[in-house]
């Protein structure tokens, strides 16, 4: 393909600047010995009365990040590393001048409160300068750990199994780890190691580290120290299995006369996960029958635009991995979109009085291969499939019938880095591939293929202050004549607009075809940081059947800079201020976006912070507002956020956002986003937030209906209001045992009037781009709830259109508590309740204990969820 060799090329240029321009490594580092276990192993207590650790040298002489970067740390730190055949020990003396000070919130692992003492273990075990691991502990030994990526970037959601105690004194507090070598990715040949410990002393929200890491440097493991003395490592085979055993029962409510419904469903099922070492730089992981029941389930959205909302990936299997996968555009478009994977049926049902159909797609199995090896090299393999399915109905005479609705798919990923000059330089290529067996008539809607290949690059010089890279990016799609030319009309291509003179709608195509391609030249080090970047794609680029995109036809261009201020001063401690400017056209010269931003981030010498922003967004066309229309003038409008939160150290702390829109047109909006955290107690965390919003649009697209010859694009203004009220309860019996609950309420209401259609849609007047109905022209039929539309004013209705107040009144709750029990590492006890509740609201808010009240008492459907997973392996 035209698009490979393309890409090649592109490949092959940055391969030769990153050999043209490579330089030297950094300023020597630190460096601390780690030493060999000759006896017995430590005991993980977190006393450090072990004779072995009398052996070991000590890492000393912290530095500060914040709030005084490069002066020493307030409070002594000291720590050291041992290691066997089977793990490394590391041992963290925390020095405090006042410990009964010391902030030691119980939390189970990974969601301790942000108030907390910390001490940091960071592993850079490839030595690649380019990715490690994080892990953390508190003096209460709660446990966090992190997979770092592209130096700075981290990935919270990796989890390792390793054990660590923490205990305090009258000295302060130690922590002692143990961390396999089966968790870590590391070459046996290597003797060196990157390394760095850092601490978190909250009292003064101070931030120090052995190997210095300053505000205004950039990176993160490339300012690692060195750990030496690793000799005689061997690649451990590790093989672990994670059997699982699920119970449930749902109760929901349902139409008695409908044969599908069951009051009480009970189920249970049963599957497995396996991962094993290849060895000691890449895992093979795979999953039969995944279940995800114990995760929460998505928030309640009114989405009004024309496209589709993105969630975010909560399914563990598919969570991790993100360093390998990653491949994101300049839009926050993303090649590899892990939800697409188990994704709700993409065809409906034939209309009929009772039907039922599966919520999601069911996968057989997946299997995914991921690593970094010491040559730098990183790879990441996906592979899945997902069953055909179908659902049943029943006609109106009662007859029962199966149609298919998602057919068998198979899903893979594959994606290749190579780092460079030190980690300086990486090239990398990514391929996926949608493949569909359509067996059924049905699903010829859908493509039967969709293939996108790409490469990237990136490279540092100037000392690492400044980088460029880049990335091209080619897409097909093919499959029938229907599907495509479905494809076409979806709202990321529009190509039937009527106004697109380089657009060409064509029926018969069979293939859809597209390349992305974008450039970054930046400043990333210093105090002053700057950015530019462009980017194009063509219409036909399309990359939704296993990534995640909105648009194509885009030429985009921007520029930023910003001052950061890491110093403390009188009023501030510190500060950052950044400007920016970008502007968005079509491959046909519509300017779609141009807009202004100043956002300044601040923390306030009491400890108080938050942040302000100005956004001035100039009028400009849209090319989605008419679903397909031809392009329409959109307003212009200013957008002012500020945020002011509380000292978060106290055991009561609070944040309150105001976000507002003022549109040239007479658009009003106005968010407020109060919150609070309260810690009554070492073992509790309560949190509050709400979300109020107000909303007016003058012009808010309604529907279109084809009259004649001719298209009328309906509009109609808006009065808007939403409230949303999140609530947790965290209670930890221990780091292993903790309840979870969770609730979520969301109401929304509004109505719509003034109906309107557009008349000139590029006209910079809006009483020129609307002509409004007068009263005779639009009437709300009672009887059947739907507005008849006469234009001619005969009498006889031209056509009509459905309530759109259905689409933005809505009442939804869904809430639920986890009891999760961790009896060994890697292996935990589920016990899930949730709920939903869902009905339309009147068009207004009457009050919110009224309307949490009627929520309260709509049909409910409930989950009990019993869930036992073991890990078996070392």
Do not use: C
Request: proline share 5%.
């Amino acid at each position: 393909m035209k698009t490979i060799r393309l890409a090649a090329t592109a490949a092959a240029l940055l391969l030769a600047a990153s050999a043209a321009s490579a330089q030297s490594s950094p300023a020597a580092t630190p460096a601390l010995a780690a030493r060999r276990i000759a006896g017995a192993a430590p005991r993980i207590d977190g006393r450090l009365d072990d004779e072995a650790w009398s052996a070991a040298p000590a890492a000393t002489g912290f530095v500060q990040r914040q709030p005084v970067p490069g002066r020493a740390a307030s409070e002594q730190t000291e720590a050291r590393v041992l290691f066997d055949g089977d793990a490394v020990y590391v041992a963290l003396r925390l020095h405090d001048r006042r410990p009964d000070s010391i902030a030691a919130p119980l939390a189970r692992r990974d969601a301790a409160p942000e108030h907390s003492e910390w001490a940091y273990v960071m592993l850079d075990s490839n030595d690649d300068n380019r990715s490690g691991f994080i892990f953390a502990v508190n003096p209460r030994g709660v446990q966090r750990d992190y997979l770092v990526y592209d130096d700075a970037r981290e990935d919270g959601s990796w989890d390792a199994v390793w054990s660590a105690a923490a205990r305090t004194d009258s000295a302060g507090w130690t922590a002692e780890l143990r961390i396999p070598l089966s968790q870590l990715r590391f070459s046996p040949g290597r003797s060196t190691w990157g390394i760095n410990f850092g601490r978190r002393l909250a009292r003064r929200d101070e931030l120090s580290f052995w190997a210095p890491w300053l505000p205004d440097a950039p990176g993160y493991v490339s300012r690692f120290g060195a750990l030496t003395g690793l000799t005689g490592l061997r690649s451990p085979r590790r093989l672990e299995l994670v059997p699982y055993a699920v119970a449930r029962l749902e109760r929901t409510p349902g139409d008695a006369a409908d044969p599908f419904h069951r009051a009480s469903e009970p189920g249970a099922s049963v599957g497995m996960d396996l991962a094993y070492g290849l060895t000691s730089e890449l895992r093979l992981a795979a999953t039969i029958n995944p279940d995800f029941g114990q995760v929460e389930g998505d928030p309640a959205k009114v989405n009004l635009t024309a496209f589709e909302s993105r969630f975010d990936e909560k399914r563990p299997f598919f969570v991790q991995g993100t360093d390998v996968f990653g491949f994101s555009l300049q839009d926050g478009s993303r090649l590899f979109y892990s939800r697409r994977i188990g994704r709700a049926p993409q065809t409906a049902l034939p209309d009929a009085p009772f039907g039922d159909s599966p919520l999601a797609s069911t996968i057989l199995g997946a299997v995914k291969l991921s690593g970094r090896t010491a040559r730098g090299w990183s790879l990441g393999f996906l592979d899945a499939v997902t069953a055909e399915e179908g659902g049943r109905y029943v006609d109106r005479e009662g007859a029962v019938h199966t149609a298919a609705v998602e057919p068998l798919t198979h899903y893979a990923v594959a994606r290749v880095a190579r780092d460079f000059a030190g980690g300086r330089s990486t090239l990398g290529a990514i391929v996926t591939s949608t493949n569909r067996r359509i067996g059924d008539e049905r699903l010829g809607v859908l493509p039967t293929g969709a293939w996108v290949a790409g490469v990237d690059g990136r490279h540092r010089f100037g000392g690492g202050d400044y980088e460029v890279r880049g990335h091209l990016v080619g897409s097909r799609v093919g499959g029938s004549e229907i599907a495509i030319a479905r494809l076409q009309r979806q709202s990321a291509h529009r190509f039937q607009r009527p106004d697109a003179d380089h657009l060409r709608y064509d029926p018969q195509r069979t293939r859809l075809e597209g390349v992305d391609a974008a450039l970054h030249v930046a400043r990333i080090g210093g105090v002053w940081r700057w950015e530019a970047r462009g980017a194009v794609r063509t219409p036909g680029f399309d990359v939704n059947d296993i990534g995640f995109q909105s648009s194509a036809d885009r030429a985009t261009q921007g520029f930023s800079v910003e001052y950061r201020r890491s110093r403390p001063g009188a009023l501030f401690r510190r500060w950052d201020l950044e400007a920016s400017q970008s502007s968005e056209w079509t491959l046909g010269g519509e300017r779609l976006t141009l807009s202004t931003n100043l956002f300044g981030n601040f923390q306030f010498a009491n400890y108080w912070g938050g942040f302000a922003q100005l956004l001035r967004r100039y009028p400009a066309l849209s090319t989605s507002a008419l679903r397909g229309g031809p392009a329409l003038r959109g307003a212009g409008y200013w957008r002012p956020i500020v945020q002011i939160n509380t000292d978060r150290r106290k055991a009561a702390s609070g944040r309150m956002r105001v976000n507002a829109a003022l549109g040239d047109e007479g658009d009003r909006s106005v968010e407020l986003r109060p919150s609070i955290d309260l810690r009554p107690s070492p073992r509790m965390n309560l949190s509050a937030g709400v979300v109020a919003e107000w909303n007016r649009t003058p012009r808010q697209y309604v529907d279109q209906r084809r009259i004649g010859d001719a298209s009328h694009y309906l509009f109609g203004s808006l009065e808007r209001r939403e409230l949303s009220l999140e609530g947790r309860l965290n209670y930890t019996f221990t780091p292993r045992l903790s309840l979870e609950l969770y609730a979520e309420p969301f109401l929304s209401a509004g109505s719509f009037g003034g109906f309107a259609e557009v008349a000139d849609p590029r006209a910079s007047d809006p009483a020129r781009r609307f002509r409004r109905f007068g009263d005779q022209e639009v009437r709300l039929d009672d009887a059947t709830g739907r507005y008849r539309l006469d234009l001619d004013g005969d009498g006889t209705p031209d056509t009509d259109f459905a309530n759109p107040d259905a689409r933005v009144n809505l009442r939804d709750l869904r809430s639920n508590a986890v009891l999760r029990w961790e009896y060994r590492p890697g292996s935990a006890l589920f016990l899930v309740w949730s709920q939903a509740r869902d009905t339309r609201s009147a068009g207004r808010l009457d009050g919110v204990t009224d309307e949490l009240s009627s929520l309260w008492h709509a049909p409910a459907s409930h989950v009990l969820l019993l869930k036992l997973s073991h890990r078996l392996g070392r």
